[in-house]
């Protein structure tokens, strides 16, 4: 069975449930999946999985620093397996050109601190809890939804993940593992088929996530 890790970093739980919701979509496809927070992934053996999935979400206009360290002290595994990585932002729940690039020029940031060139990339929009954040973070929102043309309503929450967009990267990321895995055991066959590779494929899949607010579970 072809193993698969996720690990996240999330400030308010968003990132953690689309990791969950990620999990469940391969879980059903067959494959062996492991979701971990990154503050769990200190000894972990990432070389033991045959490929690994990080996602972050955007704090500050940076992904989280214990994610982003994570990927530091694995960088040069992660060059030699299958990988992705999703990223939360609010930049990717308003459909400009403008907040597009926002919400790339994250990942770009990303593998240009760490080096490290995810094979593929979702990029999904996240919530806007103002039920967990405090008073002065509550206004701050408010008024960067109002200037990003999203509802300031602080009453209630707002959760943008598009869970279509989210399903569709997952089934994708499985399907590009099986083949990648496919053809290491086809090449490599001496090697006990795990999915090393020599060099990152230079292809990489986008998924914009870009819409309008559901009905939050988290809703007040
Ligand atoms: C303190 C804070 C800073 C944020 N900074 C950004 C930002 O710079 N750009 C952006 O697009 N979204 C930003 N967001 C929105 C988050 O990425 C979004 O709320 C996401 O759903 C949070 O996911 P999490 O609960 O997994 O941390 C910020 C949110 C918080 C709470």
């Known amino acids: 069975m072809t193993s698969i890790l996720i690990v996240y970093g999330t400030g308010e739980g968003q990132t953690a449930k689309v990791a969950a919701f990620v999990e469940s979509v391969l879980a059903d496809r067959g494959f062996d999946v492991t979701t971990r927070h990154v503050f769990e992934t200190d000894d972990a053996d990432i070389e033991a999985f045959d490929a690994v999935l990080v996602g972050s979400s955007v704090n500050n206009r940076a992904h989280r620093p214990e994610v982003v360290a994570f990927v530091e002290r694995h960088r040069e595994t992660l060059a030699t397996l299958p990988t992705g990585f999703f990223q939360l932002s609010l930049a990717s729940a308003v459909s400009t050109k403008w907040a597009r ?120």
């Open 101 to 220: 690039d926002g919400a790339l020029g994250f990942v770009d940031g990303l593998t240009e601190s760490t080096g490290w060139a995810p094979d593929r990339v979702g990029l999904f929009a996240g919530a806007l809890t103002f039920s967990r954040y405090g008073r002065a973070q509550r206004t701050l929102f408010k008024l960067a939804a109002i200037v990003m043309g999203l509802d300031g309503d602080t009453t209630r929450d707002y959760e943008y993940t598009d869970w279509a967009d989210v399903e569709r990267f997952a089934v994708e990321f499985g399907e590009f593992v099986e083949r990648e895995v496919a053809e290491h055991e086809r090449s490599c066959m001496e090697c006990g088929h795990r999915a090393r590779r020599t060099g990152r494929s230079a292809v990489r899949s986008v998924a914009l996530s870009a819409r309008r607010p559901r009905a939050s579970p988290t809703g007040r």
